[in-house]
């Protein structure tokens, strides 16, 4: 099997221990707005941001615009994944300029976002994620040490006890990047992404565009604690229907700017909430957590509609591995950090339930009334929360409402009401050995 | 007065009929995924787009977004506002690249927007709006004919009887741009706008970006229609506090790109609704119309949430020009335009009431249900609607109800009922001179 072209722009930056960055208020410094976030407490160590790897695959009107914000935002390492070419029909969305027409799109981008931010160490491959062999080059350049089989790679990230566990079959992070964002135009591209994310234990962030421009949404898809891709896939290729009968001669989509910009802001603001632990991505099961939260939200422009929902795991999910992640997150339970996150953020919220707030003036008597979801806890809540973080294994959240407009078909009673997988007596080798067979199968 | 300095790039498409955009789907067209908005349905008349002028009012981390936005859409005329230069610490935003720094951020702007797409003509103003003589040079160059006095200039577009009865004082259309976009970062500035705005009877929409860089919202200000600007001055200001106080050494606001391209989309996105006349800014009072629907729309970060409400104008606005501009809407009642929209709209609602949906198939037996604000009205409300239509001024419609987690302090039976201005027996000269009077108060 050849190598796929890889072209890899401003590697010393990444080669080299991450740069610290500087929080100085001066014109002259890119970071300072950055380390801003920091010193206002939104984001608790803006820095680690020099230590994080995310893939970009597909870099058109999404993913080229949400590769430029990651740069602008300092990220340690950014991969990209085009096999397509610059063209002027694409002039009307964010990035490319026309000079820059006929060009590949990874090299173009990879040259933009060097000018922009030399900082940030830009890996560029032009493969075709679809083909069988553009889909092994892109599962080989996100392992950790490339080349290496599953099961053997060490993580630098990850729970202690799942790397102990760790075995041939086994969703564990065997990858080096902290995130897959996925900014392609197709369902088969999007099935390519998920396996590769599945077979690597690897969370990623799904972005779609409608072909009518005025709609989209982002998904945050972790294998066995969400839905993967095939788990719920779009009805009209749940049905059977092969997507490329559908384009027809001369009909090209529409795209816009504004909608494309918009995808692309709420994908990045999500990685980054996840990356760097912050807003309601990692507190109190809010959005855009892996654990209990919402993972899709939707953005209808014509009616300026939000629409947020909960996509679990299917347990009659026909990909293998998905099963299998499945399986393994429900055997494993919380993982040691998790534990210890949800220990503090119990601590958290106890001590802020007992400080009471006060206001040197408050002229117009403003007081804070129950938000639904949003404001701190009371403090039995917080009490709870601590109780629960010490429980090995809690229960799982009863299912989520659907949004307005939408019913289930079934009978409710008729849908899973208990955990996706059985509890069972079996030890982690026959565990082990139950994963490995239908991660294969 | 010395004339501010004035930098217009690629006027000769302006100043010469506006390009006729092609549809043809080939790589080399960069208007076919937007003239395809026009073949799918979504916008009446795509077009339409080379014949607007927008005008915006601060080039930084959301106008510099909004620009290129509307560049890459095929705007007709831009014009562009800001008296500040490109700095390093900028790069933390889109749009700006590094070998920019050290320029005036209007002229290093209209060259890049000249390369992206140079049959949008674009006029760069380095001043400052809040300075007396920028001030004069912000609402001269948006006057149809710079120079001329108020209430002599003719109207391009507005309606007939507006402009029969416009003079001194009328808050009548006398603007030459389409809309206003105000992307400046201070209180001072925004009033600015907002003063010109109503002199000049001119819709603009305004933005903002927390300073924890975790929140923005944008609003439409419609003089008389809706809220301006002074009608509900953020709290910090209206307890008289100078915000020039509030700044500190050696602190600066924190940014990120991802909550700046968020905002700076979803006003492009506003804008393009309104000026096409597609969504729900035109039908059925939906968001973004200054007629009965939400004129506010924010996003929150941290949690995903995205409040939307309506700002009605302030019986008891401090600014004259706006109290006269909403007598001059109470008293005009309904355009020929706004009646002629009304009676199109209720017909096609009617007309789809009566058309039955039919699908060949439908195998998961999905079925439509009611939502809440979104669907298509029954055919009940579209007789209401069209009989609305047929009444010269409809009454106003209810107060809105207060987002989740904030209440009235006040007992909201002394919050005013009736309509904001009350009726009178004056004719047409008597108020015309009340107008006057109250505007230069």
Request: hydrophobic share 40%; net charge negative; with cysteine.
């Amino acid at each position: 099997m050849t190598t796929a072209p890889r072209v890899t722009v401003a590697a010393a930056a990444g080669a080299a221990p991450p740069k610290k960055l500087s929080a100085e208020v001066v014109a002259s410094n890119p970071y300072s707005r950055l380390m801003a976030l920091q010193r206002m407490g939104i984001v608790p160590n803006y820095e680690a941001i020099r230590s994080k790897t995310v893939a970009v695959v597909g870099v058109g009107g999404v993913g080229a615009v949400v590769a430029e914000m990651l740069t602008r935002c300092g990220v340690g390492r950014l991969l990209l994944y085009d096999y397509d070419s610059v063209e002027l029909a694409n002039m009307n969305r964010l990035f490319f300029v026309p000079s820059q027409a006929g060009l590949p799109k990874t090299r173009a981008a990879a040259e933009t976002l060097n000018n922009i931010n030399p900082d940030v160490a830009v890996e560029a491959y032009s493969i075709n994620v679809t083909s069988l062999e553009g889909f092994e080059e892109f599962k080989r350049s996100l392992q950790l040490v490339a080349g290496r089989g599953r099961g053997a790679a060490s993580c630098e990230e990850g729970s202690s006890s799942a790397t102990a566990q760790q075995g041939e079959g086994a969703p564990a992070p065997e990858s080096r990047v902290d995130l897959v964002l996925s900014c392609v135009d197709n369902f088969e591209a999007r099935m390519a992404v998920n396996q590769v994310c599945l077979e690597l234990g690897q969370p990623w962030i799904e972005s779609g565009v409608s072909e009518d421009a005025v709609s989209g949404h982002i998904q945050l898809l972790a294998p066995g604690e969400t839905a993967c891709f095939a788990c719920a896939p779009p009805l009209v290729v749940a049905s059977g229907v092969d997507e490329r009968t559908l384009k027809r001669e001369g009909v090209c989509a529409a795209s816009l700017p504004t909608t494309m910009g918009i995808v692309a802001g709420l994908m990045v603001q999500a990685a980054l909430k996840r990356m760097l632990r912050f807003g309601s991505s990692e507190r109190r099961g809010g959005s855009f957590s892996s654990r209990g939260g919402t993972n899709y939200l939707g953005y209808a422009a014509l009616t300026d509609f939000f629409p947020a929902m909960t996509l679990r795991p299917n347990p009659g999910c026909p990909n293998g591995s998905c099963l299998a992640a499945q399986a393994w997150a429900q055997a494993r339970g919380p993982s040691a950090e998790e534990l210890e996150r949800d220990a503090r953020e119990a601590e958290e919220a106890a001590r802020e339930g007992t400080e009471e707030a006060t206001h040197e003036e408050n002229e117009w008597a403003i007081e804070c009334v129950a938000g639904d979801g949003d404001g701190d806890p009371p403090a039995s809540s917080a009490a709870a929360s601590a109780a629960a973080a010490a429980a090995p294994a809690p229960p799982p959240p009863p299912p989520p409402s659907l949004p307005a407009g939408v019913e289930f078909s079934m009978p409710a009673a008729e849908a899973p009401r208990g955990p996706a997988v059985a509890a069972t007596e079996a030890g982690v080798d026959d565990l082990m050995a139950q994963l490995a067979a239908l991660n294969w199968s």
